[in-house]
């Protein structure tokens, strides 16, 4: 088999950028030196979308123009010309210099754009073929039923032995979800070639066009409204040549109102209506015509603070406008992270990613990515599905990594807090959280019960009956008794609290584990060819010796759980036996106790940070140790300069930090930055959901 792999549509609108994008993600997260490939382009790299879109997400290095072959103008004359088997060269050799630096190539096929598409097909197996790359055909399967889907997979894998062909596997896209399960029990059972088939149902995130797509499209100028929004789809288009009263009764959530210009009264009318509770929200609006609002509408809609509405104007009439509208395809860009998030969720949700690996023939690595690590995040946490809980519902930041979470489909999420107002934020946002839980403290009937608990656990401290009951009305210590009763299994906070808030609850009745006397973290941080894990870089300021062999062990064992060897090194500002002072003793000591408490862990101190990161200083400083050169777990004596450590090289080696993890509670309780990216709280939410399918609690 191949080091590469050849992603063609069998036709148009076949949706193959989701089969790119889930491709990619599964061979990133290996540590694979990734190429991307296509034979032919429009015109260029700039404007071919796919290249965009994974040059973008995942840092392919190679100059773009070694990431295609030729143009479809040189091909289609090549063609003409009957001279395929000097362009199969062309490519072949422009394929084969690419090949030769990476470890893997993805190779996408033609976008049904330039040739006959009864012949278009044909030229991407023929490609396939001399370029000797295995296919994985993707077929359309929208508005088809289960048995004609069967019947198009058999006939095109029996068509593509005959062309002697190899298939990795046929993904079959956009397939109703009914189809769609009985598709792919069928194929299970017959698997006629042993070419694995894989069903991947229809998304209605990816079969729309946002309101950026077609303002693109249309090259539509901006008048109002938030850029947040233009990442909203369209779920269909409404023509307003009515009056605004009957036109009214005529919306439906999440359409685009195309309108002439001069019709003030539809526009304001819209905008109201989108924020009203009796009416849709809409996706956008469309002023046609070239006419733009007087000047004192403008100024009233300038002062809609509540409305976001994206406000386009176009010069075309409405007829045309509507015609073109209608004719944008919906596409996946790198600014849409929930159209990725989507998409990656179809593929990874639909795909026995462990059977494909089996057919894909590569060069493993040892490196270790920053995307392989985060990737190998979603994968663990997608294992054994857990239920997270996130105390701040009303904030932005969290909604948003709720809503990735959900589109990837790898865990259960409870939102906490007001309900209206969650669901008002989701709606502004123009997000989709179907399916999410939302819980408001104050109104719930778990408060009750919860008070009583926290009465029971808290009363040896004088807190009374009254006072439990009045706790449970604080997110933080609500979402924690949730993971206590095991209604969750993690919670994550600190996005608008401080650490504070957020550990407080779990120390008063989670506690810490049977053995582990205190409560630390540890960051990962991501170098571009391994990963790092230091500990305690956030919660305690100064440990004693007893408290850092306990930070120590924790942060092994949390090493451990996320697939890394620990060899712990005890940093000091000696190594071995060269220095002396107080300092120096603790760390020594805490070696000692360590070592007590885990015989078996590779564990070296007191150690500098160099002998134990750099070989070469490990062979003079330390010959003789385990863990010098090679260490992965850094303990740092104090929380100075582990704090310091972890953001020097986190800002100097362009390095990818995760946390802070908490660890040593009975049950997982992560605490973020009140500066934290949605990123950092979608990996701090996998993290939780990791931690929890393998932690127990002793309550």
């Known amino acids: 088999m191949s080091n590469s792999v050849y992603i063609a549509g069998t036709g148009p609108a076949t949706g193959k950028s989701v089969v790119v994008l889930g491709m990619m993600e599964l061979l990133s997260r290996r540590g694979r030196r990734i190429g991307f490939f296509r034979p032919v382009v429009e015109k260029d790299t700039i404007s071919d979308h796919l290249i965009g879109l994974v040059t973008s997400r995942y840092d392919i290095q190679p100059p773009r123009e070694s990431m295609f072959g030729t143009t479809h103008s040189i091909a289609r004359e090549m063609i003409s010309r009957h001279r395929e088997n000097e362009l199969y060269s062309l490519i072949l050799e422009k394929f084969r210099s690419l090949a030769h630096e990476c470890d893997f190539v993805v190779c996408v096929g033609t976008d049904y754009t330039a040739m006959h598409l009864a012949l278009e097909f044909d030229f ?100 109002h409204g938030d850029v947040q929004r233009l990442n909203r789809e369209v779920a269909r288009t409404k023509v307003a040549a009515m009056k605004l009263p009957n036109f009214l009764d005529r919306l439906e959530e999440g359409c685009l109102v195309i309108t002439p210009g001069d019709r003030s009264d539809i526009m304001i009318g819209t905008l109201a209506a989108d924020v009203s509770i009796f009416y849709p929200g809409v996706a956008g609006i469309v002023l046609t015509g070239g006419f733009k609002p007087a000047p004192q509408v403008q100024r009233l809609i300038e002062g809609l603070t509540h409305t976001a509405v994206p406000v386009l104007a176009v010069t075309t009439d409405t007829f045309v406008t509507a015609t073109q509208v209608n004719t944008v395809c919906a596409a996946i860009t790198p600014e849409n992270q929930r159209k990725i998030a989507g998409a990656l969720g179809v593929f990874e949700t639909n795909v026995d990613l462990r059977r494909l690996e089996r057919h894909i023939a590569v060069l493993r690595s040892s490196r270790v990515t920053p995307l392989m690590f985060q990737h190998d995040l979603m994968s663990r946490a997608r294992s054994k599905r857990r239920c997270i809980v996130l105390p701040e519902g009303t904030e932005e930041r969290i909604l948003r990594a709720a809503e990735i979470m959900r589109l990837r489909d790898v865990l259960d999420i409870t939102l906490l807090g007001n309900v209206g107002e969650i669901e008002e934020k989701i709606t502004a946002f123009g997000l989709s959280l179907d399916g999410v839980k939302i819980i408001d403290p104050v109104a719930s009937e778990l408060r009750e019960e919860f008070g009583q608990t926290y009465f029971e656990l808290r009363r040896h401290k004088g807190i009374s009956l009254q006072m439990a009951f009045d706790a449970m009305a604080d997110v933080s210590t609500f979402g924690t008794m949730m993971v206590y009763r095991g ?116 564990l070296e101190g007191p150690i500098q940070y160099d002998a134990a990161i750099d070989p070469d200083v490990a062979r003079v400083k330390l010959p003789r140790s385990e863990v010098a050169g090679r260490a992965t777990v850094f303990i740092f004596p104090d929380l100075n300069s582990g704090n310091n450590a972890y953001k020097a090289v986190q800002r100097s080696a362009d390095a990818v930090a995760i946390g802070p993890v908490l660890q040593g509670l009975n049950k997982p309780v992560n605490d973020l930055s009140r500066g934290c990216t949605v990123a950092d709280i979608v990996n701090t939410i996998a993290i939780t959901a990791i931690q929890a399918q393998t932690e127990g609690m002793t309550p």
Do not use: W
Not at 512 to 525: N, Q
């Open 124 to 223: 991407n197996v023929e490609l396939a073929r001399n370029l000797g790359v295995p296919l994985m055909p993707v077929v359309a399967g929208q508005g088809r039923e289960a048995g004609s889907i069967v019947d198009a997979v058999r006939i095109l894998t029996e068509f593509l032995q005959e062309r002697k062909c190899d298939v990795l596997s046929v993904m079959v896209n956009r397939v109703t979800p009914e189809a769609a399960a009985e598709a792919a029990a069928r194929f299970q059972e017959m698997s006629p070639t042993g070419i694995p088939v894989f069903v991947l149902p229809a998304h209605p995130l990816l079969d729309k066009p946002t309101v950026g797509e077609i303002q693109r499209a249309l090259g539509a100028e901006m008048l």
């Open 487 to 602: 209604l969750a299994d993690g919670m994550v906070s600190g996005a608008v609290h401080t650490t504070q808030h957020t550990i407080r609850p779990a120390l008063e009745f989670v506690k810490t584990k049977p053995g582990c006397s205190i409560v630390s973290s540890v960051f990962f941080i991501c170098l571009p060819d391994r990963v790092l894990v230091y500990g305690d870089c956030a919660i305690n300021p100064d440990p004693n010796a007893e408290q850092l062999a306990h930070i120590a062990v924790s942060s092994a064992e949390t090493a451990q759980g996320f697939g890394i060897e620990p060899r712990v090194a005890m940093l000091s500002y000696s190594t071995g036996e060269s220095g002396k002072g107080a300092d120096v003793e603790k760390v020594r000591e805490a070696t000692r106790l360590a070592k007590h408490l885990r015989p078996g862990l590779m």
